[in-house]
């Protein structure tokens, strides 16, 4: 598991804002985000029809409690002004930008932010999807060094890479893998949360958990979803096994003990252990208090 500080965000799951059903849906689901889209799952002919719906739903008083995320259009389109205006008047934790290419496309929005006086602690996320983007992660994801930027997340947009890229998505993705470590390198680097792409046959829940295997080994702190039923092999995958979870606690507790004050290596059943093991111990105990207290929120009356 890593070692890093991030929210939970295993089960990340588009909604679109033009599906009435979907929108009402999303308010009793086990997913640790909703992007409630306004973008590719819209439709020209319904974009302001799908805006006007999210607004209200999102205002009135049956909201998800998790976290809540808004996809916009790019601001350089006809729609894009108007979705972040909404966006921003719906309270949303964090707003998705779609195609982002270089740093300026993040910090134009965080100074619209700052204009309209936008709690601090609405956030920015990023969807990377075009070559562009992939070529500049370096000084995109460093703008998560920097508070004032807002960003906080990282998301792979998969499709659009390989349609803009012309790689063939095979079941393992081996041709797609080169672009996503970058990817993942970079929010590491920035200290940003990272989400791996969607997996497009929903129905095949088999193919859909080994490609969050997949993702998890990469580094994923968890997956974008199209559909409910991948929520809840998402969330196992990528939360701590009982196994790693005992490992954990007993490296935390061979570090506590007074004989060992002040060592940076012990050694614990055999193996040698580090100061740097002790942190992602405790990262990854953390990570499962977090989705403990998660799940009895959810089943709290």
Avoid at 142 to 157: F, I, K, M, T, Y
Avoid at 205 to 218: G, I, N
């Amino acid at each position: 598991m890593q070692h890093h500080p991030a929210r939970l965000r295993r089960s990340v799951l588009y909604a679109p804002a033009s599906n009435e059903k979907a929108l009402l849906k999303s308010t009793s689901l086990a997913c640790d985000v909703v992007i409630y889209d306004l973008e590719d799952a819209v439709g020209p002919e319904e974009k302001l029809a799908a805006r006007e719906r999210l607004r209200d739903f999102l205002n009135g008083g049956d909201r998800p409690r998790c976290e809540i995320v808004v996809r916009i259009n790019a601001l350089s389109s006809i729609w894009g002004t108007e979705d972040f205006l909404a966006a921003r008047a719906m309270r949303p934790d964090a707003i998705l930008l779609p195609k982002v290419d270089r740093p300026r496309d993040i910090l134009d929005v965080d100074a619209m932010l700052d204009e309209t006086d936008a709690p601090r602690s609405l956030k920015l996320w990023a969807m990377i999807e075009t070559p562009r983007g992939v070529l500049n992660l370096g000084p995109i994801a460093e703008l998560g060094r920097d508070p004032a930027a807002r960003l906080s997340c990282l998301v792979a947009g998969t499709n659009d890479l390989a349609k803009e890229t012309g790689i063939e998505l095979t079941a393992d993705r081996r041709y797609l893998s080169p672009f996503l470590f970058q990817l993942v390198m970079a929010a590491r680097a920035g200290g940003l949360s990272v989400l791996d792409g969607v997996s497009n046959d929903f129905r095949d829940l088999e193919a859909f958990e080994a490609s969050c295997l997949e993702a998890r080994s990469m580094g994923f702190d968890g997956k974008t979803l199209i559909h409910p039923a991948q929520i809840g092999p998402a969330n196992a995958v990528f939360a701590p096994s009982s196994e790693a979870i005992a490992e954990a606690e007993a490296i935390v507790a061979a570090f506590a003990d007074p004989k060992n004050a002040g060592r940076g290596v012990i050694s614990l059943n055999g193996r040698m252990v580090e100061r740097l093991h002790l942190e992602m111990a405790q990262t990854l105990l953390a990570r499962a208090d977090a989705i403990r207290e998660k799940d009895n929120r959810e089943t709290a009356p």
